[in-house]
């Protein structure tokens, strides 16, 4: 069973800074790409970046593109979302994914291809 942990989270204001660390523990081999999402009170959860295995392939979601990079040390068994120029609307519970099953050169944006999660960590901008 791979258990995962993000830390990072916190208050900040608009325009600055946080790094998010999502580290994995278990099976390593069992983790493979893995992401970054996020839920805002009210609203569902959506994809906000995600990387495969090997750092390769990465994708961004538009709102964040530019402002955001997602990273991992695999030797270090964690992954990390740097986000500058925070938002307001960038405020929301923020959880790591891992999927179990290999998607070579590749990752996915949607929750159905995760199988583990994290608990999630709270950032908070402020205007």
């Known amino acids: 069973q791979v258990k995962l942990v993000e830390s990072g989270g916190g208050l900040v204001q608009a325009g600055g800074s946080l790094r998010l660390s999502c580290t994995h523990s278990g099976l390593t081999s069992d983790v493979h790409a893995m992401g970054w999402f996020r839920q805002a009170p009210g609203k569902g959860r959506e994809g906000v970046s995600c990387?495969?295995?090997?750092?390769?392939?990465?994708y961004y979601q538009e709102s964040v593109e530019g402002r955001f990079t997602i990273s991992r040390d695999n030797a270090k068994n964690t992954m990390y979302l740097q986000m500058n120029s925070l938002k307001s609307e960038d405020t929301a519970m923020y959880y790591c994914?891992?999927?179990?099953?290999?998607?070579?050169?590749?990752?996915?944006?949607?929750?159905?291809?995760?199988?583990?999660w994290g608990q999630g960590t709270q950032v908070t901008v402020s205007s």
């Open positions: 990387i495969s295995q090997l750092g390769d392939f990465t």
């Open positions: 994914a891992a999927r179990s099953r290999p998607t070579y050169g590749f990752c996915s944006a949607f929750q159905r291809d995760y199988n583990y």
